[in-house]
């Protein structure tokens, strides 16, 4: 009989806010890579029926062009949604003593509101005027007027 493998499957898939604002640093080669923190919250009732939340603090990484927005566009209190994969690194610290961390790869990072610029430049406009419907946005969700969802049950005959 021929010797299972273990699939190599590494996914992550987590949401969360910003809780320290994102470091920008150079590799020796000039790669951008930025880390921060997020914070993911999950709301549980306990054995006497009482809601608790429990805080899972996490370390993030994002390489290049990703690292890049990341500055741009992330401060303390953002919401994201991050695609990545987790990964360990170790490394000595000048006392020789050793240090390690897992943290989450980023490969891919939503962000689940508007940047902070466009804030901004909306609030100097002395002329602008509250629109009836939120204008979209292409750095946050699109809104979609439920017309528009279609499942597939318009044939449907029962």
């Known amino acids: 009989m021929a010797e299972l493998k273990m699939p190599d499957i590494n996914n992550v898939l987590i949401a969360g806010n910003v809780t320290q604002a994102p470091v920008l640093r150079r590799t020796t080669n000039g790669t951008p890579v930025a880390n921060f923190y997020i914070a993911s919250n999950r709301k549980y009732r306990d054995n006497s029926g009482i809601w608790r939340e429990n805080v899972c603090h996490v370390g993030v990484v994002a390489w290049h062009k ?15 949604l991050i695609d990545g994969e987790m990964q360990s690194r170790t490394w000595k610290t000048e006392d020789g003593s050793s240090r390690s961390i897992v943290e989450i790869r980023a490969r891919r990072i939503q962000f689940l509101e508007p940047s902070a610029t466009k804030d901004v430049e909306e609030v100097k406009t002395p002329e602008a005027t509250t ?25 449907l005959k029962i």
Request: net charge negative; with cysteine.
């Open 66 to 80: 990703l690292a890049e927005t990341c500055i741009d566009s992330l401060k303390v209190g953002s919401s994201v």
């Open 131 to 155: 629109p009836e419907k939120p204008q979209p946005d292409d750095t946050a969700f699109q809104l979609i007027e439920p017309t528009d969802f279609d499942f597939g049950y318009q044939d």
